[in-house]
């Protein structure tokens, strides 16, 4: 971030209208001031209207564009951001009243991913959304289109092709989705190599700055950009854990979820979102210290049932237990757990909720295994929940008891060698 991002100035405005609650609507405009920060920018005045609906010209009425131009000039305002997706006419409308740039929640949000994206995937993800959000609008950006690369809105691989012509930008959105179509099959591909090696797979999903890349770090030890900011981790990431019983697994974490997530992201993201689909466990993680944690809550469940994910067993992890100043409830029906990232009993725990959780969905077993069969012994430590393993001398082998995924070749290999074991021990 360089001192020109810290120095903008920002007033926010936001339209209450009959369909939003007094607190939804409060919070969303605290999650604006949160967007604004990350994206580099200082609230320095916040503006509010009561309007049973937007005005379809200027979105809030023409006595508030006045009293905003006022404001602009009082308060120094650089950049005036609305709390929702304007529609290309009023933002043309309020470019030209205002003479300062203005934008919208959707464009914060692209910028804060513009410069998030690490991976040439999330690279490419983010220049179509920014561009899909901008062809219908390129007449409209007025005082933007002048000050290309000028702060929040404008950064990002997106920014070059803001006075190009529509055909062009078509182009570059085409040549985009092939790209994308060459990164997702090579994923695919990579994704049944991991099922045909039939890894347990875990995924971490929850709404924005929920804490779980700490989570991540703090249960693999691996090298994971962690931040206190919203969006911090926009590439999935998926590392190897080993449970309390030895059992490894995969755990890969995915961009966070948010209220009005702009269409565009939702569209480009999604091959990123399909990671979901493919999760054998799906780990929920809720800000508890947030007051708007049920909302949270709907909107990532919401979108897990958009993607058809909501069949897959899922833990609810309420997280931040540290930063409680009451009592907490849960709201979820399901199994949960609450826990601070930060405390490593509350991470003992965790695992062996996780672990609980997957002997319910699993099959149990028992079977023998010679001594000298190290092969063996060794897979079921790895592949399996191994609950017990106790050395029979008179047999010589080991009676390992617990549970095993019942698609899993192990459990089919075990079944077999205890029929053979039973038909060989009848002659």
């Known amino acids: 971030m360089n001192s020109k991002d810290v120095e903008e100035r920002v007033l926010i405005v936001g339209l209450k209208t009959s369909k939003i609650a007094d607190d939804d609507f409060s919070y ?30 200027t979105y809030i009425g023409s006595g508030k564009v006045d009293e905003l131009k006022m ?72 005082v933007a289109l002048s000050r290309l690369g000028g702060g929040i809105g404008t950064r990002g691989p997106g920014e070059t092709q803001l006075e190009v ?20 099959s090579h994923r695919e591909r990579y994704r049944s190599r991991r099922k045909k090696n039939q890894v347990f797979q875990i995924s971490l999903v929850g709404y924005t700055n929920a804490g779980k890349s700490t989570l991540l770090h703090k249960l693999t030890q691996a090298d994971v950009y962690v931040e206190d900011k919203l969006f911090a981790t926009l590439d999935p990431t998926t590392k190897k854990i080993k449970l309390p019983s030895g059992m490894e697994v995969l755990l890969t974490d995915t961009v966070g979820f948010i209220q009005q997530l702009p269409t565009a ?15 054998d466990l799906i780990l929920h993680v ?10 949270h809550e709907k909107t990532v469940l919401d979108l897990l049932q958009d993607l058809n994910s909501e069949k897959i067993p899922m833990l609810t992890v309420y997280n931040k237990r540290d930063l409680l100043t009451e009592d ?25 909720k996780i672990q609980s959780i997957m002997e319910e969905n699993f099959s149990p077993y028992i079977v023998h295994i ?42 089919h290999e075990m079944k077999t060698r205890e029929t053979r074991g039973e038909v060989e021990n009848e002659y």
């Open 265 to 279: 992201l939702i569209a480009a993201f999604r091959s990123t979102l399909e990671e979901v689909q493919e999760a």
């Open 28 to 57: 969303r405009m605290q999650e604006l001031k949160a967007l604004t920060s990350t994206a580099g920018g200082t609230v320095v005045m916040e503006m509010t209207q009561n309007r049973e609906n937007p005005n379809r010209a």
């Open 165 to 184: 012509d529509q055909r062009h930008i078509r182009s570059r959105m085409t040549d985009i989705r092939t790209q994308l179509d060459q990164i997702v």
């Open 370 to 411: 010679d001594a000298h069969d190290g092969k063996a012994l060794h897979r079921l430590q790895k592949e399996t929940i191994q609950l017990e393993r106790v050395f029979d001398e008179e047999t010589e082998q080991y009676v390992v008891r617990g549970y095993a995924p019942d698609e899993s070749a192990i459990y």
């Open 328 to 352: 907490f409830f849960s709201y979820t029906n399901g199994p949960s757990i609450l826990i601070s990232s930060m405390n490593e009993d509350d991470l003992d725990k965790l695992q062996l």
């Open 71 to 142: 404001l602009i000039e009082e308060k120094e305002v650089e950049l005036v951001i609305f709390n929702d997706e304007l529609s290309p006419s009023q933002l043309r409308n309020l470019s030209n009243a205002l003479e300062v740039r203005v934008i919208d929640r959707t464009q914060v949000i692209l910028d804060i991913f513009a410069r998030r994206a690490r991976s040439k995937e999330g690279k490419l993800q983010v220049e179509l959304a920014q561009l899909s959000y901008l062809l219908p609008r390129l007449r409209g950006q007025g």
């Open 286 to 295: 809720v800000d508890s210290s947030n007051e708007d944690h049920p909302n």
